[in-house]
């Protein structure tokens, strides 16, 4: 069963006795999954499981659910407001699906975005810590991609994406759902950054804003909102290419991540004339018969470009220069809630 096939099956979409059989399964697989998360947590909460200090604040961005909420854009915003601090710091991350090269998309995308930020990936934070603090020039602070869950090492602040457009997971664990843990674990969260906020109304923002505060009621002010704007094109060469160039075209989209849909959405947005798109498994390393497929499925929709996430290009060849992708830039509707931010980091660096 392919990604999307299975998002419908769990949003309910997918109608029927056989549809409705699989959810039954998939519940029952929910709820063994869901004694595991607690009795962790619990272990963790009550420190009968060990928790390792760095020597250096650690600022954690994470998600309760599985899917792209924006972490890496958001782990390069952080980086950013930190080098404009004077602050030197580091990110460290479990480096998921690595190619063989030893990094993985993220790193790449964080390599374009923050290029004087050492990046060490590693699936336990803690060598990953250790790595980067040992070496010649080690980071004042670290920032750790996708850590809500990785409790191994304490960090001074826990920074939780909601992505608006699917904020809580179907409200069912996996494999059911899409969290990864109860949303108790907002509870942990020293802020929440909603994120793809202008794709949803005000209307479900406020109502987003309501649940959290019901489940975490520490959180009242301290919820924030966030936007991923497009800004320019990007070849696989490293070229940017004005934006307005895929609205002049007839575009087909391709992408492997976690949230396809938001990057439909965003496209959609622009008013961009879409023929037809094609998606992979998040995470996924394109071979050349993949990209030949797409191309060809873009010729018989009639589209001139392709247009793809910095995260899918950045494994594409730099030859294909029909590939381009969507750069993007994180930006907050309201400029308060950027100087909260940068006085949160004030606070924990």
Same mark, same amino acid.
């Given at each position: 069963m392919n990604q999307a096939r299975?998002?419908?099956?769990?949003?309910?979409?997918?109608?029927?006795?056989?549809?409705?059989?699989?959810?039954?399964?998939?519940?029952?697989?929910? #709820?063994?999954?869901g004694c595991a998360t607690s009795i962790r947590n619990?272990?963790?909460?009550?420190?009968?499981?060990?928790?390792?200090?760095?020597?250096v604040p650690v600022i954690s961005v994470g998600n309760l659910t599985t899917g792209g909420t924006g972490k890496t854009p958001v782990v390069a915003l952080l980086c950013q407001l930190l080098l404009l601090q004077g602050r030197h710091p580091g990110i460290i991350s479990r480096g998921y699906r690595a190619a063989a090269d030893g990094s993985n998309d993220e790193k790449k995308v964080l390599e374009l975005l923050v290029p004087r930020v050492p990046h060490a990936q590693h699936p336990d934070r803690r060598s990953g810590a250790q790595q980067l603090l040992s070496s010649s020039n080690?980071?004042?602070v670290l920032v750790m991609d996708d850590g809500l869950q990785h409790r191994r090492l304490h960090r001074q602040l826990d920074?939780?994406?909601?992505? $608006?457009? #699917?904020?809580?997971?179907?409200?069912?664990?996996?494999p059911r759902g899409l969290l990864r843990e109860s949303l108790r674990g907002l509870r942990r969260?020293?802020?929440?950054?909603?994120?793809?906020?202008?794709?949803?109304?005000?209307? $479900?923002?406020?109502?987003?804003?309501?649940?959290?505060?019901?489940i975490a009621p520490q959180l009242s002010n301290r919820i924030l909102q966030l936007d991923f704007q497009? #800004?320019?094109?990007?070849? $696989?060469?490293? $070229?940017?290419?004005?934006?307005?160039?895929?609205?002049?075209?007839?575009?087909?989209?391709?992408?492997?991540i976690g949230n396809p849909a938001a990057f439909r959405s965003t496209c959609e947005s622009l008013g961009l004339?879409?023929?037809?798109?094609?998606?992979f498994p998040d995470h996924h390393h394109f071979s050349s018969q993949d990209l030949q497929h797409t191309r060809q499925a873009a010729d018989a929709a009639g589209a001139e470009l392709i247009l793809t996430t910095l995260k899918d290009l950045v494994k594409i060849p730099p030859d294909e220069?029909?590939?381009?992708?969507?750069?993007?830039?994180?930006?907050?509707?309201?400029?308060?809630?950027?100087?909260?931010?940068?006085?949160?980091?004030?606070?924990?660096?």
């Open positions: 299975f998002l419908r099956l769990i949003s309910g979409e997918d109608r029927g006795l056989w549809p409705a059989a699989l959810r039954g399964m998939l519940t029952v697989a929910s #709820c063994g999954y619990t272990l963790y909460d009550y420190r009968l499981l060990p928790i390792h200090t760095a020597t080690p980071p004042d920074i939780v994406l909601l992505d $608006a457009t #699917c904020p809580f997971g179907h409200d069912r664990l996996l969260a020293q802020a929440v950054l909603i994120t793809r906020s202008s794709l949803v109304s005000p209307t $479900a923002l406020l109502q987003i804003q309501e649940r959290i505060l019901q497009p #800004c320019s094109l990007r070849r $696989a060469d490293g $070229a940017t290419v004005p934006l307005h160039t895929a609205r002049q075209r007839p575009v087909y989209l391709m992408s492997g004339e879409i023929r037809g798109s094609s998606w220069t029909r590939f381009l992708a969507l750069d993007i830039a994180a930006t907050f509707p309201d400029p308060a809630h950027e100087e909260f931010l940068l006085q949160l980091l004030r606070t924990v660096t």
